[in-house]
């Protein structure tokens, strides 16, 4: 088990990212973090990440760079388990974090909101109607 984050790891296709913002894409909120994430087929790594941080709630690039650091290192410490749904199940996952809050949250309180949304996106792709490419309800 490595924790390393790969290039393939990171999302940087524009279909894939526009796939999930137009819409069909699942979404839900563990403040500070929103989570978008959708089912693809089309991706090199079985989960595929993508780290937003807004420039309008912060205006200094230094502390943009902090929290996307922060957020990535939650996703690479914690994602072994969501790997080893996907693996089992056989599909490909792109998520995207979003920071939502206007203040540089504590690397613990990053962790453990990256885990339960880790564990909440393993737990419906192996629900038997979560796996469906994007018909399914929003969460």
Not at 84 to 104: K, N, P
Request: charged share 30%.
């Amino acid at each position: 088990m490595t924790n390393t984050l790969h290039k393939a790891e990171r999302l940087n296709r524009k279909k894939v990212i526009e796939k999930m913002f137009a819409g069909g894409s699942r979404s839900f909120s563990l403040f500070p973090l929103r989570v978008v994430w959708l089912p693809v087929e089309e991706l090199a790594a079985p989960v595929s990440i993508l780290v937003s941080v807004s420039k309008r709630r912060f205006k200094r690039a230094v502390k943009r760079n902090r929290v996307k650091r922060r957020v990535r290192e939650a996703y690479r410490l914690n994602k072994q388990p969501l790997l080893d749904v996907v693996e089992q199940t056989g599909c490909r996952v792109a998520i995207a974090f979003i920071y939502l809050s206007d203040r540089v949250a504590d690397s613990e309180v990053i962790a453990a909101r990256m885990r339960t949304a880790l564990q909440r996106i393993g737990e419906t792709l192996t629900a038997p109607e979560g796996r469906g490419e994007a018909g399914g309800p929003k969460e």
